[in-house]
Structures are given as C-alpha cells and as structure tokens.
C-alpha cells in the first residue's frame, strides 16, 4: 500500500513537472531543441546533439548559457530533487590528446554543466551526480548522419523527489 501511495505521489508530481518544462520550453522557443520525457521515477530533459557544445568539445557554446540559465531557473524550484546529468555520444570513435575516447568526451560534457549549474548558478552539488555513456545507450542506431546527431546528447534527469529524497515520505 505504501509503495503503490508513493508511487501515485510522484507519477503526479513528475506530470506536473514534465508539463511545467514542456510550458516553458515553448514559451523560450527551445521545444525544438530540448525532448522532455517522463518515466516512473524522473523526467528527463534531452538537449540535442550542438545545442551545448560544438562537435569533439565539452566546452559549453555561447549560445548554451541562455538556455542552461532558463533551464537553472526552472530547477531551482525542484529543491527537493536529485539531478543527474548524462553525457552521450555516437559510435563514431575520436582520439584526440584531450578525449582519448567517447567516455572521456561524454562524461567531460555531463561535468560541464554540472560545474555550470554549480559554479554561475549556485546550485546545491549534493543533488547532482554525472554519468558519462559514451556511445553505449543509444536512442537510435548509428547508421545515418541523423541518427548519429540523435545519439549525441546531453540529458538532465530530474528524480522525484519521493524516490531521490529519503526525507521524502
């Protein structure tokens, strides 16, 4: 009984939320740019492939900071819930003297926006955890240019608070 309660409280709490981005990414012309997607325990907000970052790099864009700013603002409303930022990348392979390979690329992008979130925005470091993927987790398969453009993404999961917060009951 307790279980399926918790489970009822955060399915209501994650509709509301997953609405409240979708409202606001409409309202700042980025619906096209970020998919925002529920499951049982979290949202998840998808940034597309060269939204945040130019291929190869895990430096932000100038043109991310609006976006991550709005993004922040909407966050900081959610006190009460974990976040987790993941990084993910195509299948194509990169060997650069910073990236050595597609792990170290995706984790740098995920810890970009967390020291971002963190550092000009004053977010609480004890509700972010990253997670780098590399080309492991896929949303579509490798084998067009668009496809591939899918697969390169950054994703923030924002965790009910009935799941992520024990002080939640």
Same mark, same amino acid.
């Given at each position: 009984?307790?279980?399926?309660?918790?489970?009822?409280?955060?399915?209501?709490?994650?509709?509301?939320?997953?609405?409240?981005?979708?409202?606001?990414?409409?309202?700042?012309?980025?619906?096209?740019?970020?998919?925002?997607?529920?499951?049982?325990?979290?949202?998840?907000?998808?940034?597309?492939?060269?939204?945040?970052?130019?291929?190869?790099?895990?430096?932000?864009?100038?043109?991310?900071?609006?976006?991550?700013?709005?993004?922040?603002?909407?966050?900081?409303?959610?006190?009460? /819930?974990?976040?987790?930022?993941?990084?993910?990348?195509?299948?194509?392979?990169?060997?650069?003297?910073?990236?050595? /390979?597609?792990?170290?690329?995706?984790?740098?992008?995920?810890?970009?926006?967390?020291?971002?979130?963190?550092?000009?925005?004053?977010?609480?470091?004890?509700?972010?955890?990253?997670?780098?993927?590399?080309?492991?987790?896929?949303?579509?398969? /490798?084998?067009?240019?668009?496809?591939?453009?899918?697969?390169?993404?950054?994703?923030?999961?924002?965790?009910?608070?009935?799941?992520?917060?024990?002080?939640?009951?």
């Amino acid at each position: 009984e307790q279980d399926r309660q918790k489970r009822e409280a955060a399915t209501k709490e994650l509709s509301k939320m997953a609405s409240d981005f979708k409202t606001y990414f409409a309202k700042s012309e980025l619906a096209d740019k970020v998919v925002v997607t529920q499951d049982d325990q979290s949202i998840t907000l998808n940034f597309k492939d060269g939204m945040l970052f130019d291929s190869g790099s895990a430096v932000l864009r100038a043109d991310a900071f609006g976006a991550l700013d709005g993004v922040a603002n909407e966050l900081i409303r959610y006190a009460d /819930n974990d976040l987790k930022i993941e990084g993910h990348t195509d299948n194509r392979p990169i060997q650069t003297t910073q990236y050595p /390979n597609n792990m170290y690329l995706s984790s740098a992008r995920a810890i970009s926006v967390f020291i971002y979130f963190v550092d000009e925005k004053s977010m609480d470091p004890m509700r972010i955890s990253t997670e780098g993927f590399g080309e492991y987790r896929p949303i579509a398969p /490798n084998d067009t240019p668009e496809n591939r453009s899918k697969n390169r993404r950054v994703e923030i999961k924002i965790m009910s608070k009935f799941y992520s917060n024990p002080s939640v009951q």
